[in-house]
């Protein structure tokens, strides 16, 4: 069975840190790019950092770039997302996402994910 669970949301506080994991199982991990997304209360869900596999690339949308830092450990099939600085902006549920079965390069659009996870809350405060 595939699966991608998420975990490490919850509350931050405004200029504050958080770290979200994403951990797979069931299909080859080393071998997907993971995305991570997030869906903030009346917007539509947002690409936000990926991480190819092989070369471990970094992307990063605008809206996060200079604050959030993704990260790999193959060795336990975990993505990980640093928030830093957090603002109410931030608020969402964050999702990650994986793709490599037509190819394991970053992309931030949801179009072309093979599995997602179900996702985890996080929560700003100001």
């Known amino acids: 069975e595939v699966k991608l669970v998420e975990s490490g949301g919850g509350l931050g506080q405004a200029g504050g840190s958080l770290r979200v994991s994403c951990v797979g199982s069931?299909?080859?991990?080393?071998?997907?790019?993971i995305t991570w997304f997030r869906r903030a209360p009346g917007r539509e869900r947002e690409g936000i950092s990926c991480?190819?596999?092989?070369?471990?690339?970094?992307y990063y949308a605008d809206s996060v770039k200079g604050r959030f830092t993704i990260a790999s450990d193959n060795a336990r099939n975990t993505v990980y997302l640093q928030m830093n600085s957090l603002t109410p902006e931030d608020t969402a549920v964050y999702y990650c996402?994986?793709?490599?079965?037509?190819?394991?390069?970053?992309?931030?659009?949801?179009?072309?994910?093979?599995?997602w996870g179900k996702g985890t809350l996080v929560t700003v405060s100001s």
């Open positions: 996402a994986a793709r490599g079965r037509y190819g394991s390069a970053c992309i931030l659009e949801s179009f072309g994910m093979d599995y």
């Open positions: 991480i190819s596999s092989g070369d471990g690339s970094t």
């Open positions: 069931g299909f080859t991990f080393d071998n997907y790019a």
